[in-house]
């Protein structure tokens, strides 16, 4: 089957820590994305990569990295530096000439 | 400049009638407009999209109506079923070298059998 796949579904993780994302994308798409999901603020954009070894900061990167060193693979960490780490976070993936068209199914990050 | 505001937050509809979520953006460079379903604990899925040449675009239930002079949109339900309870959330794509979307703050719909 074709798609996205984000793991785990769920997260905790301790203050202080640093925690990785993991998405992985079989369709054979160019483009990939961060986005966090926080209730009653839709989705914001947090990093974005339109090829392979590039990416740019979305509208609210300070806290996270990431890195694309392959074209399925977009991981996504989130470090001690961000203060509010609690959220849904969600990867898309989208061909070349398009924007996010598919989502994964999301982690659930929660600080304890 | 770069915001799309959705209304209403969230909406009740009873089985059989019309679902109505509107959006306005103020930024013109916008060049595609997608709504999205998402259900709880699920990613978005893309519903139905719309470049800004065309006035309306419908795919079964769903229609995108289109106002380029007023700046807004519309997604309409219409024989909306409680299968179709979930949030909705507008987006728009600011193009160029950029094309990333911006998304509405979701619509939460709930249809009563």
């Known amino acids: 089957d074709g798609g996205i796949t984000q793991s785990p579904k769920y997260l905790f993780r301790k203050e202080g820590q640093n925690v990785t994302l993991s998405c992985e994308q079989n369709l054979n798409h160019d483009a990939m994305y961060w986005y966090r999901q926080d209730p009653g603020q839709g989705l914001r954009l947090i990093y974005y990569s339109q090829i392979v070894n590039d990416f740019q900061k979305g509208d609210i990167a300070e806290g996270y990295s990431v890195s694309r060193e392959k074209k399925e693979s977009f991981p996504l960490t989130v470090t001690s530096a961000q203060k509010n780490p609690t959220a849904f976070y969600l990867c898309?993936?989208?061909?070349?000439?398009?924007?996010?068209?598919?989502f994964g199914q999301g982690t659930r990050l929660t600080v304890v | 400049q770069q915001q799309v505001k959705q209304s209403p937050q969230s909406l009740i509809v009873q089985k059989g009638g019309i679902s109505i979520i509107n959006c306005a953006y103020e930024n013109t460079a916008f060049d595609y407009f997608p709504w999205y379903q998402q259900f709880p604990g699920k990613g978005p899925a893309l519903l139905i999209a719309?470049?800004?040449?065309?006035s309306e675009k419908k795919e079964g239930r769903f229609t995108i109506s289109f106002n380029k002079s007023a700046k807004q949109f519309s997604l309409h339900i219409m024989d909306s079923q409680p299968g179709d309870s979930a949030t909705y959330f507008c987006?728009?794509?600011?193009?160029?070298?950029?094309?990333?979307?911006?998304f509405g703050t979701g619509t939460l719909l709930a249809v009563q059998p």
């Open positions: 719309i470049r800004p040449d065309v």
């Open positions: 898309a993936s989208s061909p070349s000439g398009m924007t996010a068209a598919f």
């Open positions: 987006a728009a794509n600011y193009g160029g070298a950029t094309n990333k979307l911006i």
